[in-house]
């Protein structure tokens, strides 16, 4: 599978932006996409993933602020995301489980200025 991300880019703290990630094949076929993040000097984490049946999981710390969803007809997934604030600076990226191995697009960095 094949991952291709897009939309990061800097914006003001309480602003918002769409990252999407089109993936090679269609999105029913996959187990599992979702958005993982890296800060400078940290780890990289989870932040919201969405399985084949369209159930979506959250870091708890992100709830109620990022969405992640899906456009089937497009093969894409997007991660909606609002209110942000400078902690949230990092390289976005996305990430989809297919028959049992990882893959992974090219990240996007999102940079949210104070």
């Known amino acids: 599978v094949q991952l291709q991300a897009s939309g990061g880019g800097l914006v003001q703290a309480g602003g918002s932006l769409r990252l999407s990630c089109v993936a090679s094949?269609?999105?029913?076929?996959?187990?599992?996409m979702g958005w993982y993040r890296q800060a400078p000097g940290k780890q990289r984490e989870p932040v919201a993933h969405i399985s084949r049946g369209g159930g979506s999981i959250y870091a708890d710390s992100l709830k109620g602020r990022f969405t992640i969803s899906r456009d089937v007809g497009k093969n894409t997934v997007y991660l909606q995301m609002n209110s942000l604030k400078p902690e949230d600076t990092a390289v976005y990226y996305c990430?989809?489980?297919?028959?049992?191995?990882?893959?992974w697009g090219q990240g996007t960095q999102v940079t949210v200025s104070s």
């Open positions: 094949k269609s999105v029913l076929n996959i187990d599992r």
């Open positions: 990430a989809a489980i297919y028959f049992g191995n990882d893959y």
